[in-house]
C-alpha cells in the first residue's frame, strides 16, 4: 500500500579488459583489468557540497564508488587427466572521507588480495575431482582495521557430469 519513491540513482562507467594467451598447447595465461567509476547521487547531494571542494564541515559525502581490480589465472595441462590453475586478484578503492567531526563518514578505502591453487583430477570420463587452496588478505581503513582479514580456505569437490 506503499506508493514508491526513487530515493537515489547510481551511475557506473566500466573500463575492462581482458587478454589472453596460449604460448603452448599445455599452457594458458590470463590477465584481466577493471576500472570502474561509480556516484551515487540523492535528493541531498543536490544541495550539499561534495567534499572534493575542500569546503570544511560538508555534512554529506557525495557516494563515490569508484575501485579498480586486477586478475591473473594460468592454467598448466600436467597431463592427460590432471590440470593446475593457479591464480592472483586484487581490488582497491580509495573513496573514504572522514568527516566524523560533522558528520557521517561514509566512502570504502579498501585493498584485497587473493591467491589462489586448484588441482582438478579427471577420474573418468564423467567424474572429477577438485582440490583447492586460497589465501586472501583485505585491509579496510574506515572500520578502523576492524574489518581486515586473513584467511585460508581449503576446499575439495567431487563432480559428477550426467
Request: hydrophobic share 30%; glycine share 8%; charged share 15%.
Amino acid at each position: 500500500g506503499f506508493d514508491e519513491i526513487q530515493s537515489s540513482r547510481t551511475t557506473s562507467h566500466i573500463l575492462a579488459q581482458n587478454v589472453s594467451w596460449v604460448p603452448w598447447s599445455r599452457l594458458s595465461l590470463q590477465v584481466g583489468f577493471n576500472y570502474v567509476l561509480s556516484t551515487t547521487r540523492t535528493p541531498a547531494s543536490d544541495y550539499v557540497p561534495p567534499p572534493s571542494y575542500n569546503i570544511p564541515g560538508a555534512p554529506v559525502l557525495a557516494a563515490q564508488n569508484d575501485y579498480w581490480t586486477l586478475s591473473f589465472n594460468s592454467t598448466f595441462v600436467v597431463d592427460d587427466r590432471t590440470d593446475l590453475n593457479l591464480g592472483y586478484s586484487f581490488y582497491a578503492s580509495d573513496n573514504y572521507y572522514n568527516n566524523a567531526d560533522v558528520g557521517l563518514p561514509l566512502g570504502s578505502e579498501t585493498t584485497e588480495h587473493g591467491i589462489t591453487a586448484m588441482l582438478t583430477r579427471r577420474l573418468s570420463e564423467r567424474m572429477r575431482l577438485n582440490l583447492r587452496y586460497g589465501y586472501y588478505h583485505s585491509t579496510d581503513v574506515p572500520s578502523g582495521g576492524n574489518d581486515s582479514y586473513e584467511g585460508h580456505v581449503l576446499y575439495a569437490g567431487l563432480q559428477y557430469r550426467f
